[in-house]
Nanobody
Framework: QVQLVESGGGVVQAGGSLRLSCAPS????????RGWFRQAPGQERELVAT???????DYGDSVKGRATVSVDTAKNMVYLQMNSLKPEDTAVYYC??????????WGQGTQVTVSS
């Protein structure tokens, strides 16, 4: 079964930065969209960032100007650089891939905790 594996989460102080990475556990072909979502306790999962192909990006309003999503298509990996972190960025971060046929894959999530 295909899984996405996130890494790079942890505890960081407010104002700090972190970089999340996501890679598939096995081959996923024809990926069209890669992205990051997050879910804080008691809240719905929300968009952080998506990237279509290698360059068309979209960001959630709460992270615009502080987040950068990028992709290494050769490795089929997606990254999320987050700067100027705030306590409200605390959440479990999930990566998501969607293929041209509309098949979606999720990772198990990685916890990001921002301390004030």
């Amino acid at each position: 079964q295909v899984q996405l594996v996130e890494s790079g989460g942890g505890v960081v102080q407010a104002g700090g930065s972190l970089r999340l990475s996501c890679a598939p556990s096995t081959t996923i072909s024809n990926v069209s969209i890669r992205g990051w979502f997050r879910q804080a306790p008691g809240q719905e999962r929300e968009l952080v960032a998506t990237i279509v192909g290698g360059s068309i990006t979209d960001y959630g309003d709460s992270v615009k100007g502080r987040a950068t999503v990028s992709v290494d298509t050769a490795k089929n990996m997606v990254y999320l650089q987050m700067n100027s972190l705030k306590p409200e960025d605390t959440a479990v971060y999930y990566c998501n891939y969607r293929t041209l046929r509309g098949v979606g894959y999720w990772g198990q999530g990685t916890q990001v905790t921002v301390s004030s």
